[in-house]
């Protein structure tokens, strides 16, 4: 969105205005993330993530380019060259620790970002495109991410893609034929290594290329702010650079100190054990999970146990697991609530802290457990509720919850209540 105040960008010399008009480049990143872009003044470091996000994308582009200069696609020697990565590539075990701890950063931020868009009600008018953009990039990031983990052709790896393929096996009639179609076989091999390799170096490209298109239809409306109430004055915006580039930076700083910090001292610390050891057809682990970013919906597929009626309950896991994040694209249209931020909805609060933050807790607990009693029981209660809040328990608190008092401006969000402004009036006291 352009702002009547928004500062013109004026080349300085000869060269930037020969630039300026043949190419110009600066005069956007001037109006995209510069000074000519006025942004919110109130926003807090909830809105650092996405920044953070793209910059956790940009190191595991970077990252996984090298790697893939020294991987070999093929189960035969697949571990080997991880390991070749490992131990004689000039710093090849940087490369590789960064990259896989650089996927679980990745998702933290982006869960964080998720999170702060569902409390402060980011998926609301205007901003629907921006939030339908941002799952389907939480999609791709979910399907490259899996198949990066496949890569490694450890125990875990094959035995996830065996796990996680079969769910296609659930459908009927054609479930079995599209695993098999998937694989390149009837079990992960050289074929599925190959697709998998190739998708996985693939995909982060097109997610650069959503995420270019989430930031443009960012900047129609502009940000949403800590208080939901949208910019009515100059005085309640800030140019971009510098007040928000300095806030990002921090955050960055922050961010790449905890980074680092897993990368030379806890690298293997979100990994699992079993990947360390060659992958064997022949030999189950006795407890198969996913990466820790998929556990929440790894227990959503685990909790259905019986079968319904003509459903079988491996088919109703699959179906529940994939429509726990499709839900998402529809909460623009679910939450009916005028008000956007949680801090003005005293009941969505309490939803929101008391009932959606403990599921997602529990999920992801049971995600990770095995899949035995209690943790069975608890994410079929978790699962339940994740669903009746999205589906029920949201769309009724929105309809009859009575909103607190909304600040005016922006401004008086800030600075305090502006008679001025309030009461639309000439308030200079007489001479």
């Given amino acids: 969105m352009s702002f009547p105040w928004a500062r013109e960008y004026n080349p300085s010399n000869g060269f930037t205005r020969f630039l300026d008009e043949k190419l110009p480049l600066p005069r956007l990143m001037y109006n995209a993330v510069g000074a000519g872009y006025p942004v919110p003044r109130n926003l807090s470091y909830f809105w650092n993530f996405g920044v ?28 080997a060259t991880t390991e070749h990565i490992m131990r004689d590539v000039n710093w090849g075990w940087l490369m590789r620790y960064a990259h896989a701890n650089g996927a679980s950063f990745f998702f933290i931020v982006v869960y964080l970002h998720i999170f702060r868009g569902f409390f402060y009600s980011s998926y609301k ?50 479930g079995e034929p599209i695993q098999v179609w998937l694989l390149g076989g009837f079990a992960p091999d050289n074929a599925a290594l190959n697709r998998f390799f190739s998708l996985h170096f693939l995909l982060p490209f097109v997610i650069a290329g959503v995420v270019i298109l989430h930031i443009w239809a960012l900047h129609i409306p502009g940000s949403s702010n800590p208080t939901g109430v949208e910019i009515k004055t100059e005085s309640d915006t800030v140019p971009f650079h510098p007040y928000y580039t300095a806030k990002d930076g921090f955050g960055l700083g922050v961010a790449l100190l905890l980074f680092f910090a897993m990368v030379f001292f806890l690298p293997n610390a979100l990994g699992h054990p079993d990947n360390y050891i060659e ?10 999970v996913p990466e820790w970013y998929f556990w929440p919906f790894y227990a959503i597929l685990r909790a259905f146990t019986v079968d319904f009626l003509f459903v079988p309950a491996k088919l109703m896991g699959v179906i529940a697991m994939f429509a726990s994040i499709l839900l998402w694209f529809f909460l ?17 609060r309490k939803i929101f802290w008391f009932g959606l933050i403990p599921a997602m807790i529990v999920l992801f607990i049971c995600g ?59 308030t200079t006291p007489a001479v």
């Fill in 368 to 426: 990770g457990a095995p899949a035995e009693e209690p943790y069975v029981m608890l994410s079929q209660i978790a699962t339940a509720y994740y669903f009746l809040h999205f589906l029920v328990i949201l769309p009724i608190v929105s309809s009859v919850e009575k909103p607190e008092p909304l600040p005016y401006s922006i401004t008086e969000a800030v600075l305090g209540s502006d008679k001025k402004a309030v009461l639309g009036e000439n």
């Fill in 332 to 348: 623009p249209w679910l939450d009916k609530s005028p008000v956007r931020s949680g801090h003005y909805r005293p009941l969505f």
């Fill in 279 to 288: 992958a064997n057809p022949l030999s189950t682990p006795a407890h198969i």
């Fill in 125 to 174: 008018a205007p901003r629907e495109m921006i939030w339908l953009l941002g799952v389907t990039i939480f999609l791709l990031m979910m399907a490259t991410a899996f198949m990066g983990y496949v890569l490694p052709w450890g125990q875990m790896s094959f035995w996830g893609a065996k796990v996680i393929t079969g769910l296609f096996g659930a459908i009927p009639l054609v």
């Fill in 52 to 79: 953070l996000a793209g910059f956790f994308l940009v190191v595991q582009i970077v990252t996984g380019v090298v790697l893939a200069m020294h991987y070999a696609a093929n189960a035969q020697v697949a571990f």
